[in-house]
């Protein structure tokens, strides 16, 4: 029919049933499986239909049925039992902030997706699970904290395999009046709208509010009738254009998220990254200063002090980088905005790269936003190795060990992924308070009072509800493609109770290396088909809509699936997200994660696993290499590099069968008891897993190790109208100026060989070029084995400075002298970035 416009009629809802609407428009739900049952009980098939959403549930359910519940004594128990854990939960005054940090100045949280539920699907994958679990335990754990990301209205895409296995994407646009979403709205009551200009044109933005629990995020969309067509696309699509859209949706979630704060009036002391898409927002925030009365310089430092980086990204390709041509087509005005000049400017940003056989200057959102904050982390201890090797290049001189980017190991919202059924079980042995000391490792010791047979009967529940979601899918794909009644029908057989199974969910990025698994197929082939201890495997995930080779994965696992030794025991789930990410992480009895070491910056999907009792099997790499204590899973291959990655495959591939068929197999299978048993390794991935890869230890790291001192640091900076800032900024503009002059000579006295517990003296002559000698850190360094050690050199008042450096160990030495400029107040030893070996 013709549409001449939609209207939306609200439900009545029945007075013992008004708050229902209240909950729908709160996330909460989103990790309370009491609260969606509310609404799935009202119609079990929209719910399913509209992807488990409470707002379209309401709007589509018959009056005659919310009147018939109504009358339902059973139905308005569980109703008023919920309501009252969520008015517990939102009025809760003593929490783990108002004990533990009290005086805690506001975060603001920039992300370019976020995960919160499938029915609001703005998020691609581990990044946006990762922003928005972040965003549930800071909510949990009572902090001052608004997250701003983008309304995308048809979202990442959906996706659709046809008959040969090949996935196509599909993009639906979204109603945004069944989200839980409403109009932000300024103090005075207004609509909230913020503009910015892109390039020769300004882009009106409209806000939403979404409520998280405790917290809140505004969200910006482009989509309103004062933007062109073209225009209205920049919050079309999440990560769907090309470098001149990326662009253009990175000024909207920095400029227009400052401004969206401001516009709101939401106060914010600290500022987090989240990955380099959100460098810009420090454009907007040093624009403010500039505005306010301070110099560029002045006021970078004061923006920068209060800010943080969080990287996620240990593969070159996956930085953006832009080419300035690019950048001066959207940025090209804001040098002028910021009293500084576009050399100096795009200097915080260069990275030079080889586009096109040549060796260029681009804009790197990465190196830009090191520069623009000063604090910066990593997502595992071992990817804050690589991320300090990878960005080492911008301290010239320095060790990479000594490049400022520490690390906060991921982790993941336990109560979003652990199911109800497990949740029920570790209630019979945790305190009263579980859900509210997660990261309490002591704690979690508890579970070893759970039974083998309680254990098994939960994970058997979580397991049938996993293949009976499996099947439906599978049933739903085959009818799509015109499958044979005789294929449709054996849908209904697909999987087994009885056979250990194994789960892989991934993004289909080529260094996840998917079909690792198939290297070997005859030999895959005799584990997934011994009559006594059968194997049987799930697979999801999806690749970029651009990126064919992983397309190719998804079509080789697809085919494999389809061969007759495999049909049926190789199942591929098309369009993953959270929705089947829970059913696998609950119902598999094993997850595999075998991507390209040390690619893998942290990965989440195998500690929601593990919090359901499902061991991981995974490469050491990203949080297993710190998980993994011999007790609670497997590893995979060895803890070393390769230079071939062809053998590195072969190797790893090695090693999961082995291990698959010596140790999983037997273990799973086996009738041993004690730590032998399979019970005492599921026992052990909850005990130790829960914990320390809770969001909620992940949270609490943020807050100690860089939200308090960053907070501190910046109001320090900021003080007094910028004077320290003043201070800093100056200081290292007459440093630099004068650096290329000074010099720097040493001599050491080294014995050929030597006992431990000697020392040599080191003598140092320095040329300050006028730079004062207090200023100047003059040490010497020892390099034993690649372990440094750093000994400071004493100014004796006329440019020489000298020491006694002391050899404790036996061992090979190099012995090296350098000079560092400092002075107090700097985040870091080396953020003036100058460095200057004799």
């Given at each position: 029919?013709?549409?001449?416009?939609?209207?939306?009629?609200?439900?009545?809802?029945?007075?013992?049933?008004?708050?229902?609407?209240?909950?729908?428009?709160?996330?909460?739900?989103?990790?309370?499986?009491?609260?969606?049952?509310?609404?799935?009980?009202?119609?079990?098939?929209?719910?399913?239909?509209?992807?488990?959403?409470?707002?379209?549930?309401?709007?589509?359910?018959?009056?005659?049925?919310?009147?018939?519940?109504?009358?339902?004594?059973?139905?308005?128990?569980?109703?008023?039992?919920?309501?009252?854990d969520f008015d517990a939960y939102m009025g809760k005054t003593d929490t783990w902030a108002s004990r533990n940090a009290p005086d805690m100045k506001p975060v603001a949280y920039f992300s370019m997706e976020y995960a919160y539920h499938e029915s609001l699907p703005i998020y691609s994958g581990g990044l946006g699970v990762l922003a928005g679990d972040h965003c549930k335990s800071a909510s949990d754990l009572g902090l001052p904290f608004t997250a701003v990301g983008m309304l995308f209205h048809q979202g990442y895409f959906t996706q659709l395999f046809d008959k040969d296995g090949w996935q196509n994407e599909t993009y639906d646009e979204l109603d945004l009046t069944t989200l839980p979403i409403t109009p932000a709205t300024t103090p005075d009551g207004q609509e909230a709208r913020v503009s910015v200009r892109i390039g020769n044109r300004d882009i009106h933005t409209r806000l939403w509010n979404l409520n998280v629990g405790r917290i809140r995020v505004i969200l910006l969309d482009a989509n309103v009738p004062e933007n062109s067509e073209e225009d209205r696309k920049l919050t079309a699509r999440l990560y769907g254009g090309n470098q001149?859209?990326?662009?253009?949706?990175?000024?909207?979630?920095?400029?227009?998220?400052?401004?969206?704060?401001?516009?709101?009036?939401?106060?914010?002391?600290?500022?987090?990254?989240?990955?380099?898409?959100?460098?810009?927002?420090?454009?907007?925030?040093?624009?403010?200063?500039?505005?306010?009365?301070?110099?560029?310089?002045?006021?970078?430092?004061?923006?920068?002090?209060?800010?943080?980086?969080?990287?996620?990204?240990?593969?070159?390709?996956?930085?953006?980088?832009?080419?300035?041509?690019?950048?001066?087509?959207?940025?090209?005005?804001w040098p002028g905005r910021l009293a500084t000049t576009r050399d100096d400017l795009y200097a915080l940003a260069r990275h030079e790269q080889v586009w096109d056989n040549h060796l260029v200057p681009t804009f790197s959102m990465t190196v830009f936003a090191l520069n623009m904050s000063r604090a910066a982390n990593g997502v595992s201890e071992l990817h804050g190795e690589v991320s300090r090797k990878m960005w080492n290049f911008l301290y010239e001189g320095a060790e990479p060990e000594e490049v400022p980017i520490g690390h906060v190991t991921n982790g993941a919202h336990n109560l979003t992924f652990t199911s109800q059924a497990m949740r029920d079980l570790l209630s019979t042995v945790l305190p009263a308070d579980w859900t509210e000391r997660l990261e309490d490792e002591q704690m979690w010791t508890a579970v070893e009072q759970l039974t083998d047979e309680q254990l098994r009967g939960v994970q058997l529940t979580m397991k049938r509800e996993m293949i009976a979601f499996v099947r439906s899918r599978m049933r739903e794909q085959m009818l799509r493609n015109g499958a044979s009644a005789a294929d449709v029908a054996a849908t209904d057989t697909l999987l087994s109770e009885t056979a250990l199974t194994i789960g892989f969910a991934r993004r289909f990025a080529t260094y996840k290396r998917a079909t690792l698994l198939f290297r070997d197929r005859a030999r895959l082939s005799r584990i997934v088909n011994n009559p006594d201890r059968p194997v049987q495997f799930v697979f999801a995930g999806k690749a970029?809509?651009?990126?064919?080779?992983?397309?190719?994965?998804?079509?080789?696992?697809?085919?494999?699936?389809?061969e007759p030794e495999f049909r049926g025991k190789i199942v591929i789930l098309e369009n993953y997200d959270m929705n089947v990410a829970r059913h696998l992480v609950q119902g598999v009895d094993i997850w595999l994660n075998n991507p390209r070491r040390p690619l893998e910056a942290s990965g989440t999907s195998g500690m929601k696993a593990s919090f359901n009792g499902s061991p991981n099997f995974s490469v050491l790499d990203g949080w297993w290499r710190e998980g993994y204590d011999s007790t609670n899973g497997w590893p995979i291959g060895e803890e070393r590099e390769y230079a071939d990655l062809n053998v590195q495959d072969d190797a790893d591939a090695f090693s999961l069968y082995h291990t698959l068929e010596h140790d999983i197999v037997p273990r799973y299978y086996g009738t041993a008891g004690g730590d032998d048993s399979w019970a005492h390794t599921v026992r052990r991935a909850i005990e130790t897993c829960s914990p320390r890869f809770s969001m909620q230890r992940q949270v609490i790291d943020y807050v100690q190790k860089y939200y308090l001192p960053l907070a501190a640091r910046g109001a320090a900076v900021a003080a007094s109208g910028g004077a320290q800032a003043?201070?800093?900024?100056?200081?290292?503009?007459?440093?630099?100026?004068?650096?290329?002059?000074?010099?720097?000579?040493?001599?050491?006295?080294?014995?050929?060989?030597?006992?431990?517990?000697?020392?040599?003296?080191?003598?140092?002559?320095?040329?300050?070029?006028?730079?004062?000698?207090?200023?100047?850190?003059?040490?010497?360094?020892?390099?034993?084995?690649?372990?440094?050690?750093?000994?400071?050199?004493?100014?004796?008042?006329?440019?020489?400075?000298?020491?006694?450096?002391?050899?404790?160990?036996?061992?090979?030495?190099?012995?090296?002298?350098?000079?560092?400029?400092?002075?107090?107040?700097?985040?870091?030893?080396?953020?003036?970035?100058?460095?200057?070996?004799?």
């Open positions: 029919m013709n549409v001449i416009g939609k209207v939306t009629v609200l439900p009545q809802l029945p007075p013992g049933l008004a708050r229902l609407s209240e909950l729908a428009y709160n996330l909460y739900w989103s990790w309370t499986p009491q609260a969606q049952a509310l609404y799935q009980d009202l119609d079990p098939q929209n719910w399913e239909r509209f992807h488990h959403n409470p707002v379209r549930t309401l709007l589509d359910v018959p009056q005659a049925r919310l009147e018939q519940v109504a009358a339902d004594p059973a139905y308005l128990a569980r109703y008023a039992q919920v309501m009252a001149e859209l990326r662009l253009q949706q990175y000024v909207l979630l920095g400029v227009a998220g400052i401004r969206a704060l401001r516009a709101l009036n939401i106060p914010g002391d600290v500022y987090h990254m989240n990955e380099g898409h959100a460098a810009l927002l420090s454009l907007e925030r040093i624009r403010e200063q500039v505005e306010s009365g301070l110099d560029f310089r002045t006021a970078l430092e004061t923006v920068a002090s209060s800010t943080l980086f969080t990287t996620h990204t240990p593969v070159a390709a996956g930085n953006d980088a832009f080419g300035y041509d690019l950048v001066d087509r959207y940025l090209g005005k970029h809509p651009a990126d064919n080779p992983g397309k190719a994965f998804i079509q080789e696992i697809y085919k494999v699936s389809q003043r201070e800093i900024a100056g200081w290292k503009t007459w440093v630099r100026q004068q650096w290329p002059y000074t010099s720097l000579s040493a001599q050491a006295t080294l014995p050929a060989t030597t006992q431990p517990g000697q020392t040599v003296p080191v003598t140092a002559q320095v040329n300050a070029a006028g730079i004062n000698l207090d200023q100047l850190r003059v040490e010497a360094v020892l390099d034993r084995s690649g372990h440094i050690t750093r000994v400071p050199l004493t100014s004796q008042g006329d440019g020489t400075f000298r020491a006694d450096v002391p050899l404790k160990d036996s061992g090979l030495y190099s012995v090296g002298v350098r000079m560092v400029p400092e002075i107090d107040g700097l985040s870091n030893d080396l953020e003036a970035g100058l460095i200057k070996w004799a």
